[in-house]
């Protein structure tokens, strides 16, 4: 099954490894194939450079950030051809376009702007707590 998962979804499972977004992340990983775009890459880097992340989670850096650096290098690397104006926030766009160009079943987000959507294109949108459910009925 191949997911996109917002950058949100990766900083916070660095922040808390043992929680919700920690075990999709860690402990699920193998449940699914993830699908990435260099947009996406670009972001997740991005936002663990940012001043108040850095300031507030100074372990964040390099907590687990090899780990998942080697699966985002593993993942189904996709550079789609257009990035759609779909979302409110044009910025999340490059979800949408990276779960279509990679064939994927659901984007996992955080981001209301995207979740509000429920679904794009035949591809669900939902939250890293619904997508747990979803892994655990598939492997339940």
Do not use: H
């Not at 194939?33 to 989670?57: C, D, G, M, T």
């Not at 650096?69 to 409110?88: F, G, H, N, S, Y």
């Amino acid at each position: 099954m191949r997911v996109v998962l917002d950058a949100v979804i990766l900083v916070r499972g660095l922040i808390n490894p043992s929680g919700l977004w920690g075990r999709l992340v860690f402990a699920q990983a193998d449940s699914y194939n993830w699908v990435v775009s260099p947009a996406i890459v670009n972001e997740f880097l991005e936002v663990l450079r940012r001043p108040e992340l850095v300031r507030k989670y100074r372990e964040v850096p390099s907590r687990n950030l090899p780990w998942v650096l080697a699966q985002i290098a593993t993942a189904k690397m996709v550079e789609p051809d257009e990035i759609p104006r779909v979302c409110r926030d044009p910025g999340d766009d490059k979800f949408l376009a990276a779960a279509l160009a990679g064939n994927a079943a659901y984007i996992v987000s955080e981001d209301r702007d995207l979740l509000d959507l429920m679904e794009y294109e035949g591809i669900t949108i939902l939250s890293a707590e619904a997508f747990l459910k979803v892994l655990q009925r598939s492997t339940g």
